[in-house]
């Protein structure tokens, strides 16, 4: 049962264009989400983080958006880098939940000259 | 001078043996954490520990024992070996809940298991 899902194994985008990563929740319980970036042979490292009282958190290159009602948060970089080219994880926690954090399958994405 | 180390990187074994991997953070917090990371890349969370204490515990077969012998350490001890516990195992660390960065988890670089 997975509460956490990014339905897109892999997103292919050119150099400057904004890149979408999107993630989809079935956990109403969830009310804090997360990014999180990962290289090859690295561990993943935590990118921009949302609340579910905001529907918007921005910082720097990175946009995070929140449809509560959609059960849906979706991650914007804009302008894309080509060291942006990683698998990009979306987390989520639950009030009361012992920082649990349950992941989504990630989403590769390749930023292309 | 790195946050969260995990040693070691690589591990080769035969099934039935019995096996550790260390975790040690400098950041300073609280809570620790196992994850493991299938071959179908999806990262699940095994235990959690916040001040030596075990506060989640997923099902996971008692064959794995997380042992934390201060905040900064948390091991995972594996005994009899099995094929389906060839994975990445990932060492997470973060404040506990409650704090203002709660649930931002710093993540080791990963220790590749493979069981043969």
């Known amino acids: 049962d997975q509460q956490v899902k990014q339905n897109s194994p892999s997103l292919s985008v050119q150099e400057g264009r904004i890149s979408i990563l999107n993630c989809d929740y079935t956990n109403s319980m969830f009310d804090y989400f997360l990014w999180y970036k990962k290289y090859p042979a690295e561990g993943p490292t935590f990118l921009i983080s949302?609340?579910?009282?905001?529907d918007k958190n921005e910082d720097g290159r990175f946009t995070v958006f929140l449809n509560k009602s959609a059960k849906h948060l979706s991650l914007h970089i804009v302008p894309s880098q080509p060291g942006d080219s990683a698998v990009y994880f979306c987390a989520a926690s639950a009030r009361g939940g012992g920082n649990k954090l349950t992941f989504g399958t990630g989403t590769q994405l390749k930023v292309e000259l | 001078d790195t946050a969260v180390s995990q040693t070691p990187k690589y591990l080769v074994t035969q099934m039935g043996n019995d096996k550790s991997i260390k975790c040690e953070q400098n950041l300073g917090h609280d809570t620790m954490y196992w994850y493991k990371q299938d071959s179908k890349k999806f990262l699940k969370i095994m235990f959690s520990?916040?001040?030596?204490?075990?506060?989640i515990n997923e099902t996971v077969p008692n064959r794995f024992s997380p042992k934390s012998p201060d905040k900064a350490h948390l091991n995972l001890h594996i005994n009899s070996l099995e094929l389906g516990d060839s994975a990445v195992y990932f060492c997470?660390?973060?404040?506990?809940?409650?704090?203002?960065?709660?649930?931002?988890?710093?993540f080791g670089a990963g220790t590749r298991l493979s069981v043969l």
């Open positions: 520990y916040n001040n030596k204490e075990l506060i």
């Open positions: 997470a660390s973060s404040l506990r809940a409650g704090t203002s960065a709660k649930n931002i988890q710093y």
């Open positions: 949302i609340s579910s009282i905001k």
